[in-house]
């Protein structure tokens, strides 16, 4: 089945970046789109950005467009999402999703999370 | 603040019927479809209803979705205690050019 793995949690100073990683099992990513979205601490979800694994095109929210970066590997069928100058209100659970047939937003698969905490 | 709106809470007993309601403006819900998910504590949103009123395989028959205008309304009948959770709503923004969520619904049986 269908499966999204995610890398584990990670600590970072304000200023720092982050890389969390993606791996897709069941299918290939090349077939769908990738999407990530957040969700602070008792707070809603936020869309982040994505990328259509077909082409390698991105398209990302506003709020994130100078300093997120959304790639993928292929050969190993992961996905990356890399966030820059961090600060505390990028504390949050950050999710990888399946977009289904490339139609936003329409998320048939999720990761589990990883934990991006964000303190000096 | 979200560009959708959705009420914080709602709630019913067992065996009732819960509405959840989504209200959005015309450049997305108005003109695109909704989608609506299920997230339980600690766990990934899961999908329950996309393209208004569709559901994935799994999903059980008393959830339903609809939509008139600029909103869109999840139920759910019978509600049973692991019906818990909070339920989002989302859609695709044509101003904003990306997906927008609602706040997120918590549902209390």
């Not at chain 1, 095109?57 to 190993?76: E, P, Q």
């Not at chain 2, 560009?3 to 819900?29: D, F």
Request: aromatic share 10%; charged share 15%.
């Amino acid at each position: 089945q269908i499966q999204l793995m995610q890398s584990g949690p990670e600590m970072r100073k304000p200023g720092a970046s982050v890389k969390v990683s993606c791996q897709a099992s069941g299918y290939t990513i090349t077939t769908d789109g990738i999407s990530w979205l957040r969700q602070a601490p008792g707070q809603g979800l936020e869309w982040m950005g994505w990328i259509s694994t077909f082409n390698g095109g991105t398209n990302y929210a506003l709020k994130f467009r100078d300093r997120l970066t959304v790639t993928t590997d292929t050969s190993t069928n992961t996905a990356y999402m890399e966030l820059r100058g961090l600060t505390s209100d990028d504390t949050a659970v950050y999710y990888c999703a399946r977009i289904y047939g490339s139609e936003l937003p329409w998320f048939d698969h999720w990761g589990q999370g990883t934990l991006v905490t964000v303190s000096s | 603040q979200s560009v959708l709106t959705q009420p914080p809470s709602a709630s019913g007993a067992p065996g009732q019927r819960v509405t959840i309601s989504c209200s959005g403006s015309s450049s997305n819900i108005g003109i695109k479809f909704v989608y609506w998910y299920r997230q339980l504590p600690g766990a990934a949103p899961e999908v329950l209803i996309y393209r208004d009123d569709q559901r994935p395989s799994g999903v059980p028959d008393r959830v339903s979705g609809s939509k008139s205008g600029a909103s869109a309304s999840l139920a759910i009948s019978g509600v049973r205690p692991e019906d818990e959770a909070t339920y989002y709503c989302a859609a695709w923004d044509d101003t904003l050019s990306g997906p927008v969520f609602g706040g997120g619904t918590k549902l209390t049986v």
